[in-house]
């Protein structure tokens, strides 16, 4: 795990890889199933593709959420990326000032994938903006904080996403 950043300003990001024993082009289904990664996150409940869309520029999908602390929540995500099987991104509300931008690179290595997935809150404002501003002295920790739960979710979505391709899913 990598992560940069301690002020919501300064756009910090997250970053967790994993291995998976199996090429790309295996691996690129579970990369753009979000539909599965919501039985792998604590956080994400479901998801749906807005508009009968799947995975291309442009499409649209709406992930449904739930925080032991911030409660439930739905939010809009567009595609911003998506070269299969290299690389799949979208950006949480609008794409040119998202609360947050995903990212899933998928690079061949020693006969399967390295597999990563990354994140960079705002520039946009979020939840964690509304949680700032009630406690402006606490930013850092704040941001700490959601950062690591970032990390733990995302490990959890890259583990299925390896178990489900290596067949043991």
């Not at 700490?144 to 583990?159: D, G, I, Q, S």
């Amino acid at each position: 795990m990598e992560w940069t950043g301690a002020r919501y300003a300064d756009g910090p990001t997250v970053e967790v890889t994993t291995w998976v024993d199996a090429p790309t082009e295996a691996v690129w289904p579970a990369v753009v199933d979000l539909a599965a990664m919501a039985g792998t996150s604590r956080e994400l409940q479901s998801v749906e593709w807005l508009d009968g869309a799947g995975p291309a520029v442009g499409s649209r999908f709406v992930g449904h959420n739930r925080h032991e602390a911030l409660g439930e929540w739905s939010a809009t995500s567009q595609v911003v990326e998506c070269a299969a099987p290299r690389v799949f991104a979208w950006a949480v509300g609008e794409p040119a000032d998202p609360a947050a931008t995903w990212r899933f690179t998928l690079r061949p290595e020693d006969g399967g994938t390295r597999l990563t997935e990354w994140v960079r809150l705002g520039p946009g404002r979020s939840g964690l903006s509304q949680a700032i501003e009630q406690m402006p002295d606490k930013e850092e920790k704040i941001v700490f904080v959601r950062l690591r739960e970032f990390e733990a979710n995302m490990t959890a979505t890259l583990a299925g996403i390896k178990e489900r391709v290596e067949g043991r899913g």
